[in-house]
């Protein structure tokens, strides 16, 4: 009897096919990524009452915006502070209210001109859901020295046309009083902007400041690492 001998092919088997885990990675990376773009745009589009820079000199004056970014519910009336964080770089000199606001109170500016306190109503209900960018005052300040301070906002009190308390996010402004610099506060800015010549980071378009520490920049983060376990998983059972 003739024995028949069996001879192994040399023929590569065909690498399996993607699993349902790795289909899954997949989707998962997409969710997320699809989740925080939906994040994203819900904090840029959330209400703020936020405060504009201004530049000025020591002798001189400048006028700040003070303004609501959005009213999802329309805005009947406001309480809001502000207060200079340094008063001896700057203070308030005077503040007033648009037109559009038919019941106003007095600007109360505390001593030195450190704080101010508006308080206006929109009786007439010119404010309708979904304004946006709406000037709530104009605040002018007087420079006294050179330097930088925060203009502060604290929200009393904001009201929708329906009634509701509004709860926006308080972005303070910067001023910044210039001055004349002398030869010695040159030569140390120069020594500073040697200290911060841009590095690797800055070469790539960013600095260390601006790595990515955004919910995006996290969620891509995250989405590398789904497809990057999907790609070695693969090759572990091809």
């Given at each position: ?17 993607p ?21 994203a ?12 820079d ?26 809001i ?28 500016i ?67 009083v ?30 260390a400041?601006?790595l ?27």
């Amino acid at each position: 009897m003739t024995k028949r001998r069996q001879t192994r092919s040399d023929t590569p088997e065909p690498s399996p096919r993607p699993t349902v885990t790795h289909l899954a990675i997949a989707l998962a990376t997409l969710a997320l990524l699809g989740a925080g773009a939906g994040l994203a745009g819900a904090q840029s589009d959330a209400p703020a009452v936020s405060v504009s820079d201004a530049e000025l000199s020591p002798s001189g004056t400048a006028t700040v915006d003070v303004v609501l970014t959005s009213a999802p519910n329309g805005l009947a009336g406001y309480n809001i502070d502000l207060t200079v964080a340094d008063p001896e770089v700057a203070h308030i000199e005077s503040a007033s209210y648009p037109d559009r606001f038919d019941l106003t109170t007095d600007p109360a500016i505390g001593d030195a001109g450190r704080t101010v306190t508006l308080e206006a109503a929109d009786v007439g209900s010119t404010i309708d859901a979904g304004a946006t960018d709406v000037t709530l005052a104009t605040v002018e300040i007087a420079g006294d020295a050179p330097g930088e301070a925060e203009l502060a906002v604290d929200l009393r009190q904001l009201d929708g046309n329906d009634g509701d308390r509004l709860t926006p996010a308080a972005q303070a402004g910067t001023l910044t009083v210039t001055g004349d610099s002398s030869p010695s506060d040159e030569a140390g800015a120069d020594s500073q902007s040697a200290s911060s010549a841009p590095g690797p980071v800055s070469e790539l378009g960013g600095s260390a400041e601006g790595l990515p520490t955004g919910i995006l920049a996290l969620l891509a983060a995250l989405a590398a690492v789904g497809v990057l376990s999907a790609i070695a998983i693969a090759r572990r059972r091809s």
